[in-house]
Nanobody, 121 residues
C-alpha cells in the first residue's frame, strides 16, 4: 500500500503560480500512474491531470491545458503539479492519487488528504 501526502497549496492572486507536491511512502510510486484531482465546495471531485508510470504519457483536463504541468521523480517518490496563470475557478482542494492511468476517480485506489488552493480575484 502507498501513502500520499500533498503540500504546496495556499492563497495566491489570479495570474499567479503554485507548485504542489505529492510525497509517497510505503511503496515506490514507480509502479503507479499518478493523478491530480480537485474538488471545489459544493461540486464533485474532478480530474485535473495524470501521468503514466514512466512519465512518458500525460493526460490533462481541457480546463488546465497549457497552464498546469505534471511531472514525477520516481527516485524521490514524488509527483509535482506546476500551476501557472491561476484563475479563481481553480480554487479547490487538490488531491493526489495513485493507480492506473485514466480520468476516472475509480482508476485510483490510493489518495492523499488534499491541499487547499485558493485563488483570489
Amino acid at each position: 500500500q502507498v501513502q500520499l501526502v500533498e503540500s504546496g497549496g495556499g492563497l495566491v492572486q489570479a495570474g499567479g503560480s503554485l507548485r504542489l507536491s505529492c510525497a509517497a511512502s510505503g511503496r515506490t510510486i514507480g509502479i503507479y500512474a499518478m493523478g491530480w484531482f480537485r474538488q471545489a465546495p459544493g461540486k464533485e471531485r474532478e480530474f485535473v491531470v495524470a501521468i503514466s508510470q514512466s512519465g512518458g504519457s500525460t493526460v490533462y483536463a481541457d480546463s488546465v491545458k497549457g497552464r498546469f504541468f505534471i511531472s514525477r521523480d520516481n527516485a524521490k517518490n514524488t509527483v509535482y503539479l506546476q500551476m501557472n496563470s491561476l484563475k479563481p475557478e481553480d480554487t479547490a482542494l487538490y488531491y493526489c492519487a495513485a493507480g492506473s492511468l485514466g480520468l476516472l476517480y475509480s482508476n485510483y485506489p490510493y489518495w492523499g488528504q488534499g491541499t487547499q488552493v485558493t485563488v483570489s480575484s
